[in-house]
């Protein structure tokens, strides 16, 4: 319990993220770092930035509402003290990408109403499920759900687009690479934490395992739907394809169905990895339409 104090201590979160990572910048950016220029000039890429950024902001909404409910359930002070400090990641991450809705144009008064309208409706069905288990005071399926199944799609998400903005989009991969710290931290407390409470509450396995099975199959028809409406345009800079490699796929040159496929696998290899760890069987769900 020592090193997992010490580990997932507040002075730990201090030390590591606002004195560390994240010490003078802007939303998770640089100061002068602003949105890239070709965005405002291509109406379909714009259009897609706000599409995958209005995702974003009601994942992490969905994050911060499960986090923050997690804190009182938890049965230690270490675990409080860390998910309090999660729930202050998730508000940042919340924070920033709701800011970069506004830096793409989006009006202050009609954010809500953007969302409404444009959110994945099997996010929100991805999300509703691991809320119930957080309302109910579930403390081990709520982080699994949490910590495991939707920190780890968050964490292979923004590596995904980390790598597809690296070059044409600098600002954007900076505030990207400020939230996936944020992640690996997440998914390491809760391999951490849920394991050994597992191997106490043995009991508990078959009813997460179908709480992920339905986790991932409403992940899998989010990136499904998310990549048909992808527009195919191959992005460009000075006239040369942009080289951003991921996982071995070139993400300016794929299809949205190789993009799907390799997100989608890389999500599920990892999935299945952190799941043993903590003793749990992955569960295979029904295909999406």
Known sequence: MADFLSQYSIQRWLEMC????LEDTV?????DETEAEIIFENESMLDA???????????????????????????DYPSKHFLATQTLDEARHVEIFTQR???LGVKKDDLEDLISDRVNPHL???????????EAGDFIAGVVGQNIVLEGMAFSVFEMMEAGNRQINPKFAHTLRGTIADERRHVGFGENRIGSLIQQHPEKRPEIERMQEEMTFH???TFSLAFSETPTDTVQTDGEPVDAEWHGTNLATA???????????TVLGEFKTRLGRIGLEYQTPKIPA
């Open 49 to 75: 930035a706000i599409q995958a950024t209005v995702q974003l902001v009601v994942g992490e909404r969905c994050a911060l509402a499960a986090s923050s409910g997690l804190v009182n359930a938890a049965p």
């Open 219 to 221: 992940m899998l028809a």
């Open 255 to 265: 299809t949205p169905e190789e993009m799907e496929a390799v997100l989608a696998d």
């Open 27 to 31: 939303y998770g950016r640089g100061i």
């Open 18 to 21: 606002p004195q560390g990572y």
């Open 101 to 103: 809705l506004y830096d």
């Open 124 to 134: 929100v069905k991805f999300a509703e499920v691991l809320l119930e288990k957080v």
